[in-house]
Nanobody, 125 residues
Framework: QVQLVESGGGLVQAGGSLRLSCAAS????????IAWFRQVPGKEREFVAS????????RYADSVKGRFTISRDNAKNTVYLQMSSLKPEDTAVYYC??????????????????WGQGTQVTVSS
């Protein structure tokens, strides 16, 4: 079992920045690929970014490329999502998710076994 806890969400003005954290406990964190997804009411969960277990490979949704950066610190069992140049359309509940090894499709929510409870990000215009 892996337990994930997100933090760092909040209210920010458009153009501002936030850094989300995903703290993991349980099994060996460094064996797990981690992704961030987001969801707004009435819509499906949307892929945001992912990072491989070794941290070498990262992927981003086109909508956040160049504005968001995902990183991990395996010594601290934590993955970060640095969000800059935020837009109102980034408003959502952000979730981190984990899967052991290298999934066949980093952007599919179906491949992730463990999920956090989510943290709200609200970007005002």
């Amino acid at each position: 079992q892996v337990q994930l806890v997100e933090s760092g969400g909040g209210l920010v003005q458009a153009g501002g920045s936030l850094r989300l954290s995903c703290a993991a406990s349980g099994r060996t964190f460094s064996n797990y690929a981690i992704a961030w997804f987001r969801q707004v009411p009435g819509k499906e969960r949307e892929f945001v970014a992912s990072i491989s277990w070794h941290g070498v490979m990262t992927r981003y949704a086109d909508s956040v490329k160049g504005r968001f950066t995902i990183s991990r610190d395996n010594a601290k069992n934590t993955v970060y999502l640095q969000m800059s140049s935020l837009k109102p359309e980034d408003t959502a509940v952000y979730y981190c998710a984990a899967v052991q090894g290298s999934p066949y499709d980093f952007s599919s929510s179906d491949v992730y076994d463990y999920w956090g409870q989510g943290t709200q990000v609200t970007v005002s215009s």
